[in-house]
């Protein structure tokens, strides 16, 4: 049993809170189409990261055929439960906890909501769960550290083993941030986010970004990679569009901007080549439209699975969005 109370560092609840959020969202997005398609083979679906300053998170799931009406239920009964799962930085190596949703008392999920400043969903649908593997521990025996090294192992009840290996790069932070106003006269109150960055001098490096607005989850922008294929050791700036989330319906009059009055935070992080591919195979396919168009290819790092296992230098950078 996990005493909330005793062992929650801020900072672990604050990610789960993410997760969990998304989750709701997703649980809450039923889609009906009907087309006589057989199902996929059965893959297992993983999405682990771990952060600078933070422990590893890591999801199981099933994958889904991409037509049908998907219930809260089908999600919660698509998690792969009682798996081991491992990481090593190649000096320490510590199996995760699992948590769900819901094995945890009231009381547990109270102090989720306080530690996050009660920003838990106001309704939870019915049948409804979440499970991640992550240290819940004041002291974790492994948080990210730049220039180290980690391997992910699982091996599920059934013995399907899997792996991956990541890396968290060294720190290239933004410089600064600064917003200027939208110039289109039927928008007036809208706001672009600008950055600017000193990218080093050796070819390859690449870069991932989320932003926040008030006190909503990081979204990361419709496209959120980048490489320094064009701009390497250069000092540069450019446009941050807002994050979304990915299910969202977009306004492309206003996509992008933020409001007057808005405080911003941009979460920039460098990661490397094998997350920056699969992100970027990954968001081509999901922003290309039709899935009966063309396929991509998505580059994951799974082996024996599907998905990504992710390492994170982040930084983060703050704004306030002040009407001229």
């Given amino acids: 049993m996990i005493i909330l109370n005793q062992i929650s560092p801020m900072k672990t609840v604050k990610n789960i809170l993410a997760l969990l959020v ?67 930085d190649g000096s320490t190596e510590a199996q995760l906890d699992e948590i769900c949703w819901s094995e945890l008392t009231d009381e547990q999920k109270e102090l989720i909501a306080q530690f996050a400043g009660g920003a838990l969903p106001d309704s939870i649908p019915e049948g409804f769960d979440f499970c991640v593997y992550t240290f819940f521990s004041l002291n974790p025996p492994i948080v990210g550290q730049p220039g180290k090294t980690y391997t992910l192992q699982i091996t599920t009840q059934e013995g399907k083993e899997l792996s991956a290996v990541t890396t968290i790069p060294q720190p290239v932070p933004l410089d600064s941030i600064w917003y200027e106003q939208n110039t289109d006269p039927d928008y007036p109150n809208l706001y672009r986010i600008y950055a600017r960055i000193t990218d080093p001098d050796t070819l390859g490096n690449y870069y991932r970004y989320y932003t926040q607005r008030q006190t909503e989850p990081m979204y990361p922008g419709f496209r959120s990679v980048y490489d320094d294929l064009l701009i390497n050791g250069l000092n540069v700036y450019f446009p941050l569009d807002r994050g979304i989330f990915k299910g969202a319906d977009i306004d492309f009059q206003t996509y992008g901007y933020f409001e007057a009055n808005d405080t911003v935070t941009v979460k920039w992080s460098t990661i490397d080549h094998d997350t920056y591919n699969f992100w970027r195979t990954l968001e081509f396919s999901t922003n290309s439209g039709s899935p009966l168009g063309g396929s991509t290819q998505i580059n994951h790092n799974i082996n024996g699975g599907i998905g990504v296992w992710a390492g994170y230098c982040v930084s983060t950078l703050q704004t306030t969005v002040i009407k001229p």
Wanted: proline share 9%; with cysteine; net charge negative.
């Fill in 22 to 88: 998304t989750a709701f969202i997703l649980t809450n997005c039923e889609k009906e189409v009907t087309v006589d398609l057989p199902d996929p083979v059965e893959k297992i679906v993983v999405e682990g990261s771990i952060e600078s300053g933070s422990p590893p998170f890591v999801t199981i799931n099933k994958n889904f055929p991409y037509f049908g009406t998907f219930t809260p239920a089908d999600f919660a009964g698509n998690y792969v439960r009682n798996a081991i799962v491992v990481v090593s």
